[in-house]
């Protein structure tokens, strides 16, 4: 049974995060363990917000965790808060990648052509040094243009500007690309560079009005539980979590506040 550890924020309210992908990985049959970046109040985007770095507690827990001898399938990394958190996972993420561990990078840094409220150009830097170490890289367009510094186009970009904005990924490091929320030729689309097939692939979607936060993550736990669990080629688990993605939004609809995610745990029948 393979197994993962997910390195990212712990929100007190909002399911995002963590919160978001153990009910998924666990329901997927994933055994998922934590190493919370930080503990955050609640999810950024209610404009007011206290977190708790954790940067000492990683740096503790990593020798325990190797004296120990834990090892883990796969590693997915979200959200860092300082230059030695990330430091201390890359050398982490490395040394787990020598020993056959799978990295997936979600450089967590914004959407809608902005960064998220209170992540600045430092975490911009500290996702690229993050993205360098990952066999799968998941940045949304967003996050794809902050890390490969060109400016983001509200109007959407062609086939051969989407190609060359994954390769501007591949060249920090990354060995496959996937890059979400993007418009390409007119038509909402999520694109990818696929390491294993040597392909590029694009999947088109319907756009559900308005913004749930935590959706990433999601598409990123059902991502990883399809090509862990399920082992799928990377293209069909790409769109395999989109479906999922566009069902729980579909089922809450109903939900009044956004910032606070999607109610997971009634939702994982969809799997």
Known sequence: MKQILLINDIAGYGKVGMAAMLPVLSYMGIP???????LVSNTLNYGEFTQMDTTNYMRETFPIWKHLGFHFDAISTGLMFSREQAELVEAYCREQAAE????????????GGELYNGIDQRQVELMRRMVSVAHLAKPNYTEACFLAGVPCSKSGITVDVARRLLDSILLLGARSVIITSCIIDGKNQVCGYDADQQEYFFHEYEEIPGQFHGTGDIFSAVLIGSLLGQQLPLPQATRRAMDVVSQMIDR????????????????????
Do not use: K
Not at 32 to 38: K, S, V
């Open 100 to 111: 056959g561990c799978t990295i997936f990078v979600d450089p967590v840094m914004g959407d």
């Open 252 to 271: 809450n609809r109903d939900v009044t506040d956004h910032n606070c995610g999607i109610f997971i745990e009634r939702c994982l029948d969809i799997l």
């Open 32 to 38: 998922a363990f934590c190493l919370p970046t930080a």
